[in-house]
């Protein structure tokens, strides 16, 4: 009987024991597909023998710790070439281990790489087996290191090191890379064994290991990948010049360079980089001569460079607050921005100047000088009360146009423009034209027009294309031709829907070619004066960023990008509107990455006017299934438009499995001033009924959007939008506001920018006069009604929407039981930059999302955990 109980009780433990074990096995994930690379001849450095000054020699875990390839950035793939040698897919063996072999003498590294895949934020444990030497990476950070090895045999009990590490994964792929080196004293089998084990055991499913080095998008990418920052043309067009810049991670800090190609070809003609300091890049109006900064010891130095010669000297030495510059047509002289600070002293108490006296630069003055490229004298032009701003340098060399800005309390937007000719030989300013909302002002080729970009009412109701019943929304810039001999104006853009952003007159073809925003686009229209005719350009691009069109050619270059394509360089041919790719910085970060589609969608507002829109699906977008929506508009002047990236990442979004609905409600740019003008004195009546009517007709036309899953997002007038929705609706699971205006007559009192923002959006209108504007359309004098969660995000020193905005809500919200989180960004304005503090601002914003959309509050939770 004794003997039956020992035998139940061994069985019973034992089917216990496989049991467990079998549980052990369904929670955890053997690695067994790799990417191999190596082997690499490992050699010591000549007397690695003898004690260092420490009394050390260098040893075998010294090689290891030197690291002879940087692999923060490595995208390891099959086929791939590095170092000489071929990534090769690789299986390990039925129990997940991978055998390596070396016919080095010495000690060899080897690299293994595969990537985990995961659809959602995942805290897991990586475990890394082998009796050699061994560093961890994960995405080409340091994880851990293996220093020793252990003799594994008969005549050795030991079993094999191992570096065990948590983990936290955040939706997308990431790489683990080994970097392995055998101990050549050590007979033991180089055997490398990997697995992942979720915290949670449910989450198993949610991880994938493979070698494939497809992935989605992710801020890492967004944010680590170079960018253009600008482009420039010869004046033959030839030689195209770029300055691009690159995060150089995990800092804040970047790397910016400047390159030379050819504009045809786009092959690469010459590079300054390192150690070169080179900004304010600008070719000369003839010849290859270029003109760029450096930093001085006090100031700015300007420097003068003949590309063709290779010749570089210096023209200007130490300018202090040197601010900007202007060839002049026959490269004979420049002319010269300097900013002049205010000393007089900080003061406990100060008397205010004026309303603009609160902005800390506006004692400041800028003022005009002028150097002679070949004398290097200097003169100063202009001097006065007010900061003199160059516009532009008349053909002919002989004047140009300066502008000065006035406050004006009296009128809006309280301040004013006035335009002067300064006549170069005699420094006699002569008054051109005045008004408000004015801009830059530029002369036509012949020197007998002018081009000025302003408000519509700069002159009048010249420019002004509304009802009798609207006011003209002033932010919906206009164009006008200006007769110097006649004084008489045309207002070429009046009933041109676009809204002008830049002009170019080209003197080669006597046409003015214009960036401009067409509803969620930026493209570039070609001008006829004579014809008075407007053609758009096909380019290859949804949104233009910058063009450079060479003075003495046909021939310019573009950059820009689409709703699902980074930014790219083109090479356009003017004569035949046709384009070219000449660089695609990003290629190689963007390569394995998969975008989903995005498609328009738009409906009819009450009014029977149609309201834009465009969605953007997740990357492996699967009709039969149910997804959250994330809703974002902006409802200010100006539209979102359908570029790449953005501070509002909505590709980066839809990677994380959202739909994304981007709406244009009424009172936008780019679509007309009778549409743009709805925008003044609403302050999201219309908007707001037009988001809710939207979303719900998006909701009723895709069945794959789960309406119970819907959150909306905004920033600055959007973050006000943000607010004042919750007020109306409870449609939304979550919401969430950054720099968003809670009570309108602080953001108009306190704001650096708000009263003159109010200028054109509020206009004529006051907290004494206007309450049903300054109060009830405030968020803050309705937070009672307010029961979605809300999420508040601020930088802690935004001078255009004032901090404080966010404080008076998530204070109202607290006291009334509310769900809301108020997160600050410290040292930010109101933009985050920085990048380190712009990846968790990005994270943060989806960790919102995730918590209450897809009922996954972990990530969140672990950003910001109650204690």
Avoid at 116 to 128: A, G, P, Y
Avoid at 451 to 461: D, I, M, Q, T, V
Avoid at 492 to 514: L, M, Q, T
Avoid at 573 to 588: C, F
Wanted: proline share 4%; net charge neutral; with cysteine.
């Amino acid at each position: 009987m004794h003997n039956l109980f020992r035998l139940l009780t061994f069985t019973f433990l034992l089917i216990f024991k496989i049991a467990s074990l079998q549980a052990d096995e369904a929670t955890v994930i053997q690695i067994n597909e790799w990417l191999k690379l190596g082997p690499f001849e490992q050699h010591f450095p000549a007397f690695h023998d003898q004690n260092n000054i420490y009394g050390n020699p260098i040893k075998l875990a010294d090689l290891l710790k030197f690291s002879n390839n940087e692999v923060i950035d490595w995208k390891p793939a099959a086929g791939k070439i590095s170092g000489n040698q071929k990534w090769n897919k690789v299986m390990a063996d039925a129990e997940a281990k991978l055998k390596l072999e070396s016919d080095k003498n010495g000690p060899s590294v080897f690299y293994l790489a595969s990537y985990i895949k995961t659809n959602r934020w995942i805290k897991s444990e990586l475990k890394v087996s082998g009796a050699h030497l061994m560093q961890v990476f994960i995405d080409g950070i340091l994880l851990d290191t293996k220093l020793g090895s252990e003799k594994i045999g008969a005549e050795n009990s030991k079993e094999p090191g191992n570096i065990c590490k948590e983990i936290i994964l955040e939706q997308g792929s990431h790489l683990i890379l080994i970097r392995t080196m055998n101990d050549p004293e050590n007979i033991s089998d180089w055997v490398i064994e990997a697995s992942l084990q979720p915290k949670d055991s449910t989450l198993i499913n949610e991880l994938t290991v493979s070698s494939s080095s497809d992935e989605t998008m992710t801020m890492e990418k967004l944010l680590d990948s170079p960018v253009i920052k600008n482009i420039h043309i010869s004046a033959d067009g030839n030689i195209s010049a770029m300055n691009l810049s690159r995060m150089l991670k995990p800092t804040d800090q970047s790397e910016t360079w400047l390159e030379f190609r050819d504009t045809e070809s786009g092959k690469i003609i010459r590079e300054l980089r390192g150690a070169v300091d080179i900004s304010d890049f600008q070719w000369a109006p003839k010849e290859n001569l270029y003109a760029y900064t450096s930093a001085g010891n006090e100031g700015k130095n300007l420097w003068i460079a003949d590309f063709t010669k290779g010749d570089v000297r210096l023209l200007l030495k130490n300018i202090k607050g040197f601010l900007g510059y202007q060839w002049a047509p026959d490269n004979s002289f420049i002319i010269y921005t300097v900013s002049e600070e205010y000393t007089d002293g900080t003061k406990d108490l100060n008397k205010l100047l004026g309303m603009e006296d609160r902005w800390p630069w506006w004692r400041n003055r800028s003022y005009l000088y002028r150097v002679n490229l070949q004398s290097g004298q200097k003169e100063r032009l202009t001097g006065g009360l007010y900061s003199t701003d160059l516009n532009d340098i008349s053909p002919d060399g002989n004047e140009l146009i300066f502008s000065v800005t006035k406050p004006n309390p009296s009128e809006r937007p309280y301040s004013k423009n006035f335009y002067y000719r300064l006549n170069l030989l005699t420094l006699k300013a002569d008054s051109l034209f005045s008004g408000n909302w004015g801009g830059t002002a530029r002369y036509s080729p012949d020197g007998k027009k002018i081009l000025l970009l302003a408000g519509p009412s700069f002159f009048g109701k010249l420019g002004v294309n509304v009802s009798s019943d609207k006011i003209p929304n002033e932010y919906d810039t206009q164009a006008f031709i200006y007769d110097l001999k006649s004084r008489s104006v045309q207002a070429i853009s009046r009933n041109f829907n676009p809204e002008i952003n830049s002009a170019v007159w080209h003197k080669k073809d006597g046409k003015i070619y214009f960036i401009v925003t067409e509803k969620a686009y930026r493209n570039l229209y070609r001008y006829d004066p004579g014809k008075n005719q407007y053609n758009k350009l096909d380019l290859s691009v949804e949104v233009l960023d910058e063009t450079a069109i060479s003075s003495n050619s046909m021939t310019a270059i573009y950059n820009g990008t689409n709703a699902n394509k980074p930014e790219r360089l083109y090479f356009i041919n003017l004569k035949n509107n046709k384009s070219k790719l000449i660089l695609y910085p990003a290629e190689t970060e963007y390569r394995t990455v998969r975008f989903g589609k995005v498609e328009s969608w738009t409906f009819k507002n009450k009014d029977n006017i149609e309201i834009d829109g465009h969605i953007y699906f997740p990357p492996h977008f699967d009709p039969s299934k149910k997804y959250p929506c994330i809703v974002y508009y902006y409802g200010g002047t100006s539209p979102v438009d359908r570029g790449f990236g953005g501070r509002y990442p909505k590709n980066y979004w839809a990677a994380n499995g959202y739909i994304v609905y981007v709406m244009q409600p009424s009172g936008a740019t780019g679509f007309g001033q009778e549409f743009s003008a709805l925008h003044v004195n609403d302050w999201g009546k219309i908007v707001a009924d037009e988001i809710i009517m939207g979303v719900n007709k998006f909701l009723d036309a895709h069945s794959y959007v789960d309406r119970n899953r819907v959150g909306s997002i905004g920033a600055s007038f959007g973050g006000f939008m943000t607010m004042l929705l919750q007020t109306k609706t409870d449609m939304f699971a979550c919401a969430v506001s950054h720099a968003g205006i809670s009570s309108i007559s602080s953001y108009w009192g306190e704001g650096y920018w708000g009263y003159l923002y109010s200028g054109a959006a509020t206009a004529n209108s006051f907290p004494w006069n206007r309450q049903d504007i300054y109060i009830d359309q405030s968020p803050l004098f309705n937070a009672d009604k307010i029961t979605t969660p809300l999420l508040l995000l601020h930088g802690k020193v935004d001078t255009n929407v004032p901090p404080g905005e966010s404080y008076q809500l998530f204070t109202a919200l607290k006291l009334l039981g509310r769900e809301v989180e108020l997160i600050e960004v410290a040292g930010q304005d109101h933009h985050i930059m920085e990048y380190n503090k712009r990846k968790q601002w990005s994270k943060t914003i989806v960790a919102w999302f995730d918590k209450y959309l897809k009922d996954q509050p972990q990530w969140w939770e672990n950003l910001y955990p109650d204690n």
